[in-house]
């Protein structure tokens, strides 16, 4: 087998030196009643060749967002990466080397983390940020039980623009512990009264903005509510590509900014893996959960970077730790910041644009088909829109003309049949003058 | 007339009246190493016998402060906070952590005097 | 001999390197892009109107400064990793080519179903082999790494209690070997937890166990057991365990972080457990990425299969679909989501291209290799060093801090050396109920000759140790390496976790 370097040879040798007749010897502890013999039903090795056959036939299955025009987002999208990119993340420093627990040897890692910290702290409009969660909902999930650990209250309010997965892991984590979350009806027409609900037995507000039906709210005064209560408003970004565009939530107030980095990182990769973002501010700072990276010096007097505020975590405080979480998404923190230097501040901004300026030429379009209605008036790459008709066998129709469409509302709220028409539709650099036309013509003929 | 007394969980009390001071033991800071972090109690806290009262942190380890007697907290010590190193220049003076009004001034003369308590860290030590 | 100071820094191959934020050139970028359509903006109030504050850097400028990060790193590619519980082994290309398939890298979490068969059949096939190899009958597999999969397989259980009208059991009992995510995971659980001790040979205590369970009665919602636990050694007695927790009403988490010892070997489900994470980045060779992404599918009894997470994907008559919603449809008594999409899909396409290449074959030739490279360490450094039980162990062996007795030289002094030596030092000081514990796991794709390498590192410093006047040379440690020792200290105290401009004050200092 390619991957194992010992030879029948050394496996002699080294069975000698221990002084065991054989390696099944050194398997004695295991309980003679468990043991697998011939019992696993799976094949035996193959080459590299073999694999490769296997499953390139199983991608094969899948339709790529590559093949056709594709308009898909709710939180997760489809940009493109700098060839860079993609090179500069397989590098086997960083690919194949563990947590920088030995600042010594890993300040390449720990640069970087202190490098996303500072750009997540900056995009976010916050003063901190961690070296990442697992994704976007998790994150989100972690902000609710922080804002209660800070607030010393245990209630909250989960806005109906947040992301459905977002709403659905933040209420299984608060499930098993002394938490009640109040989580609001799908807000696809942003009507919902947020700063009428503050309360003063509240931790927190969750909102998102993009909201998840497209919306650009102001929350400048469900802030103000929040904090006149002593309660935390924390701010979801689905799509951190709209914070090259649109004011920083730490601008308007926001207390935690938690996101999903994964449309800055690289491909979609059918959601996972992701990365989480997480900020606050910074007299938060040890009520926050996840890894930091701080900056220092070592015994010559040089800068470097460590990882520190570690009592937080749970190799340390154990049951008492602000979060369990470990391994992190570190990979995908480093993509992350490896295309935000790319871009830089000109790039970053020029992206936003150029997002927003191709999904307004899409909003345009559709707009003058008849019988669809634009929700949002405002909104930054992705919309919802009302098309009279059920959403999900108008994309299964465009599906089967070569057309990724965009996600049905009903995917999400399958017991809201007031959403069955609703279509959300994202656009991107990705997508061209011809994409748009293909589906507008193709949308029109559907729902003639 | 003030005398001070020890826990086994390594604070001292010095109680003066009905207000105690109280910190960890020269023993606590030296096996903490240099402590980066320090949180100390607000004014009109009340505290059970042995209920957490403070937190002391290392780079590597994090440990409760249990209040040694019943009673209330009268001043945290708003040195600490940011200069938590105070604590290992200086454990049993300046860097105590806070003042209490004890409920019941004998119990604190129950806890252990300066020759039990150096008898107890000699048995830790053996 | 003292080495000559150099200008720029610069130590020949080994760079300092700057910020990206100190090398901004304003208005610069490594990215363009095609030009505007012209539109009108439908930003509502909300455009920004602030710089931001992003340098900018042109694209040969962006990939030397990761270059140059990249080599300041230690890495599995670059060396020996005998990091104990950590499982640092080889990662093939294989399956990062895989991974990056136009059909599994560009495709989107919510296409019509119809158009991602491919991508539901490379779960299913994934969560195939993950339940092949355990024997048991159920997987979830959307947790994100370990610490979520032992949170899946907590809640799953605390779901279970809630149905059989035992919610109110409020204990789970954890070894106080364990690794520290196991009480953190209880504690998001609502639970409290209890220490069980383990007996002189490291292992868990069935008498204490008894004891424990007796002690709470009714209370005990679960018992979390590392196996093969963190001395590296495995609770032979883990059979009789389960049927103690049984009898007790509670369930038996089995904390899998390190199956690589024993994976097509033993059947997990025929040891009475009821759920077992399984980290695909430590045993199926998947990259760390310096710190994730990784993978935790978590494998359930029949007895807590019902209550699994959504999604799930499901055989249908028209090809595989996905249960998404709990309480709906098939996910009747599922306890929630508890991830974004449909879990961690790029890591399990790589630990399938892994798991395909080894085989049932190779990988119990794996775990075989794994332990016999432990055992090898184990008996070479007993000649110098402490170990802390006898042998056999798994795959990782421990020593403890005795044979430095004396000397002055610390587990960390020691640990900073072989940095020196060129060797990724072992897990220090855990577990915690070994003193000054130096824990090694060598793993299946080290050669021999690597093993020797690090046996006569490991033995000369030892040596040099017990000999004793070296620790000045010890606590200098290391001195080879892009950074000395680190003020730890410094960094808590006053904490500097960001660049901030230079105007705003509490500036970054640039390396001299």
Redesign the interface.
């Known amino acids: 087998?390619?991957?194992?370097?010992?030879s029948e040879t050394?496996?002699r040798?080294?069975?000698a030196?221990?002084?065991?007749g054989s390696?099944d010897?050194?398997?004695?502890?295991?309980?003679k009643?468990?043991?697998?013999k011939a019992?696993?039903?799976?094949?035996?090795?193959?080459s590299?060749i073999?694999?490769?056959r296997?499953?390139?036939a199983?991608?094969?299955?899948?339709?790529?967002?590559?093949q056709g025009p594709?308009f898909?987002g709710?939180?997760?999208y489809?940009h493109h990466t700098?060839a860079?990119l993609?090179?500069?993340i397989?590098?086997?420093?960083?690919?194949?080397?563990?947590?920088?627990y030995?600042?010594?040897?890993?300040?390449?890692?720990l640069?970087?983390i202190?490098?996303f910290?500072?750009?997540v702290?900056?995009?976010t409009g916050m003063?901190?940020?961690n070296?990442?969660m697992?994704?976007?909902?998790?994150a989100c999930a972690e902000a609710v039980t922080m804002a209660a650990r800070v607030t010393k209250r245990n209630k909250a309010i989960l806005s109906g623009n947040l992301?459905p997965?977002?709403r659905?892991?933040t209420?299984?984590?608060c499930?098993?512990?002394?938490m009640q979350i109040e989580a609001l009806a799908p807000d696809p027409t942003a009507i919902e009264d947020l700063v009428g609900r503050v309360g003063p037995d509240l931790a927190c507000v969750v909102v998102q903005?993009p909201g998840f039906f497209g919306h650009?709210n102001?929350y400048s005064n469900l802030a103000k509510a929040c904090h006149a209560a002593g309660a935390f408003l924390v701010v979801c970004v689905t799509e951190p590509v709209a914070?090259?565009?649109?004011?920083?939530p730490g601008?308007i107030g926001a207390d935690i900014v938690v996101g999903?980095g994964q449309s800055m990182a690289g491909?979609?990769?059918?959601?996972?893996?992701?990365?989480g973002l997480f900020a606050t501010r910074e007299k938060f700072?040890?009520q926050m959960p996840g890894?930091?990276?701080?900056?220092?010096?070592?015994?010559?007097?040089?800068?470097?970077?460590?990882l520190?505020?570690?009592?937080r975590?749970?190799?340390?405080?154990?049951?008492?730790?602000t979060?369990?979480?470990?391994?992190?998404?570190?990979?995908?923190a480093?993509a992350f910041s490896?295309h935000?230097?790319?871009?830089?501040?000109?790039?970053?901004?020029?992206?936003a644009?150029?997002n927003?300026?191709?999904a307004?030429?899409l909003?345009?379009k559709l707009e003058q088909i008849k019988g669809v209605k634009l929700l949002p008036?405002?909104?930054?790459n992705e919309f919802a829109v009302k098309l009279g008709k059920p959403a999900e066998a108008v994309?299964?129709k465009l599906?089967a003309r070569g057309i990724?469409a965009g996600?049905p509302a009903a995917?999400f709220y399958?017991?809201y049949p007031e959403l069955a028409d609703v279509l959300l539709v994202a656009a991107t650099?990705t997508n061209t003058?011809s994409d748009i036309d293909a589906f507008a013509a193709r949308l029109k003929e559907a729902l003639a | 007339m003030s005398q001070i007394r020890f826990t086994k969980d390594h604070e001292w009390v010095l109680l003066d009246g009905k207000i105690a001071t109280v910190g960890i033991t020269e023993y606590a800071q030296s096996q903490l190493g240099d402590i980066v972090f320090v949180e100390v109690p607000a004014a009109g806290k009340a505290l059970s016998a042995g209920g957490e009262a403070a937190v002391v942190e290392s780079v590597k380890a994090a440990s409760e402060v249990y209040s040694p007697v019943a009673g209330k907290v009268t001043e945290g010590n708003a040195v600490l906070p940011d200069a938590p190193e105070t604590v290992n220049q200086d454990p049993q003076g300046k860097g105590w952590f806070f003042k209490m009004e004890v409920a019941n001034p004998a119990d604190v003369a129950a806890l252990m005097d300066q020759a039990a308590y150096d008898k107890y860290l000699a048995e830790l030590n053996g | 001999m003292t080495m000559p100071a150099t200008a720029s820094g610069n130590q020949g191959l080994q760079f300092e390197q700057p910020l990206i934020f100190e090398q901004d050139t304003r208005g610069a970028t490594a990215v363009d892009l095609p030009a505007l359509p012209h539109t009108r903006e439908r930003l509502g109030t909300l455009k920004n109107t602030q710089a931001i504050g992003l340098p900018g850097l042109s694209e040969p400028e962006v990939v030397r400064h990761y270059t140059r990060l990249s080599q300041k790193n230690y890495s599995i590619d670059s060396g020996f990793y005998p990091l104990g519980s950590c499982t640092m082994k080889h990662n093939p290309r294989l399956n990062e080519k895989m991974a990056r398939l136009p059909g599994f890298a560009d495709i989107h979490p919510f296409q019509p179903v119809s158009t991602i068969q491919g991508a539901l059949e490379l779960i299913d096939t994934t969560a195939h082999w993950l339940k092949q190899l355990t024997g048991m009958p159920a997987v979830a597999m959307s947790p994100a790494a370990g610490a979520h999969g032992e949170l899946c397989g907590l809640m799953c259980i605390k779901a279970a209690h809630v149905a059989h009208n035992q919610g109110t059991r409020t204990v789970v009992l954890v070894p106080e070997s364990a690794h520290g995510t196991n009480p953190a995971t209880a504690a998001l659980c609502g639970y409290s937890v209890e220490a069980i001790p383990a007996n002189s040979e490291g292992r868990v205590d069935l008498a204490a166990l008894q004891a424990a369970l007796d002690k709470h009665s009714a209370d005990v919602a679960a018992v979390m057991i590392t196996n093969p636990n963190t001395c590296g050694l495995f609770e032979r007695e883990c059979i009789q365990a389960a049927e103690m927790i049984h009898a007790a009403g509670a369930y038996f988490y089995m904390d899998g972080a390190n199956f690589n010892a024993i994976v097509g070997r033993l059947r997990i489900g025929d040891l009475g457990v009821d759920a077992m994470h399984i980290n695909l980045h430590k045993t199926f060779s998947t990259p760390h990425g310096g710190g994730g992404p990784g993978a935790g599918p978590t494998v359930l009894s029949a007895a807590l299969a019902s209550y699994a997470p959504v999604p799930f994907v499901v055989h249908g008559k028209d090809g595989f679909s996905v249960e998404e919603h709990a309480g709906l449809g098939g996910a009747q008594d599922s306890f929630g989501r508890m991830k974004g999409y449909h879990g961690q899909f790029g890591v399990f396409v790589r630990a399938l291209s892994y798991m395909m290449a080894m085989g049932a074959d190779g990988l119990k030739q794996a775990s075989g290799d794994a332990v016999l490279n432990a055992n090898y360490l184990l008996a070479r450094l007993s000649a110098e060093m402490t170990p802390a039980f006898a042998g056999p162990c798994m795959h990782e062996c421990v020593f403890d801090d005795r044979f430095l007795k004396g000397t002055g030289v610390t587990t960390l002094d020691i640990a900073k050396a072989l940095i020196d030596e060129g060797v990724h030092p072992p897990t220090m000081y855990f577990p915690l109920v070994v003193h000054g514990a130096l824990l090694m796991e060598p793993t299946e794709t080290e050669s021999k000759a690597t093993l020797d390498q690090f046996v006569e590192s490991m033995l000369h410093l030892a040596r040099k140790a017990k000999a004793g006047g070296a620790e000045a040379e010890f606590r200098a440690a290391p001195q080879f390496s892009p950074r000395r020792r680190l003020d730890e200290t410094k960094a808590a105290r006053k904490p500097v976790l960001r660049w901030m401009p230079p105007t705003a004050g509490a500036s970054s200092q640039a390396a001299e």
């Open positions: 087998m390619r991957y194992l370097p010992l050394n496996r040798d080294m069975l030196a221990i002084g065991a390696v010897e050194l398997f004695r502890d295991l309980p009643a468990a043991l697998a019992r696993i039903d799976l094949p035996n090795s193959a590299e073999e694999v490769e296997a499953l390139s199983m991608a094969a299955k899948n339709r790529n967002c590559g594709s898909l709710c939180g997760n489809r700098p860079s993609d090179y500069l397989q590098r086997g420093e960083f690919l194949t080397a563990y947590t920088p030995q600042p010594e040897i890993s300040q390449g890692t640069q970087a202190f490098e910290q500072s750009q702290a900056l995009i003063e901190v940020a070296a990442s697992y994704d976007g909902a998790t992301h997965h977002y659905d892991v209420l299984t984590n499930k098993f512990l002394d903005t650009l102001d914070l090259g565009l649109i004011t920083p601008h999903e491909p979609m990769s059918f959601g996972g893996p992701g990365v700072l040890r890894r930091l990276a701080g900056e220092t010096t070592d015994e010559n007097g040089r800068r470097g970077w460590v520190t505020l570690s009592t975590e749970q190799h340390i405080r154990r049951e008492k730790a979060s369990n979480i470990c391994t992190n998404s570190g990979l995908i480093l490896v935000m230097t790319l871009l830089g501040e000109a790039g970053f901004t020029n992206l644009r150029l927003h300026a191709t307004v030429s909003a345009e008036s405002a909104f930054f994309v299964e599906a990724l996600v995917r399958p017991t650099e003058e």
